[in-house]
């Protein structure tokens, strides 16, 4: 059985004549009111559904003083993990022949956009030994879709 707290929103509990109050089911309203609000005021972005191994384009916000600007970081993506809202991603570029890594969490307010480039062939879900190649050996192959 659900009751109805705000349009869109069902709160849940169990009818037992003993431990189901007033007060409790109040809270159970607000808590409810409060979830609606917060899913309100949170507008979710379109992201790319992408793992490791795939090449992506993180566009995120740089706040310099008062001034604020877009930079993009170009790379593959060596790692996903987490779950929910604390869920990052580590993207690995190569700048001037000096390996570059980047953590991001996946639900920040400063990433503008994720882009994905190209998407990897890779048998593993981290890809920590890419830290340690370079040249050819250090390509991911693209993955043929069919």
Do not use: W
């Amino acid at each position: 059985m659900g009751a109805k707290a705000a349009p869109g929103v069902v709160v849940y509990f169990a009818f037992c004549e003993n431990l189901l109050t007033f007060a409790s089911l109040n809270f159970y309203v607000m808590n409810a009111g409060v979830a609606y609000v917060h899913e309100q005021m949170t507008a979710k972005k379109e992201m790319p559904k992408f793992k490791a191994g795939d090449n992506i384009t993180v566009n995120y916000k740089i706040l310099e003083g008062n001034k604020e600007r877009i930079q993009s970081f170009k790379g593959d993506v060596i790692k996903r993990q987490g779950v929910g809202q604390t869920a990052t991603f580590t993207v690995r570029k190569i700048s001037d022949a000096v390996g570059v890594e980047r953590t991001f969490p996946l639900f920040s307010p400063n990433i503008e956009s994720i882009e994905l480039n190209k998407s990897g062939r890779v048998r593993r879900a981290k890809l920590f030994f890419q830290r340690d190649r370079s040249g050819k050996s250090a390509r991911i192959k693209e993955k043929r879709n069919l």
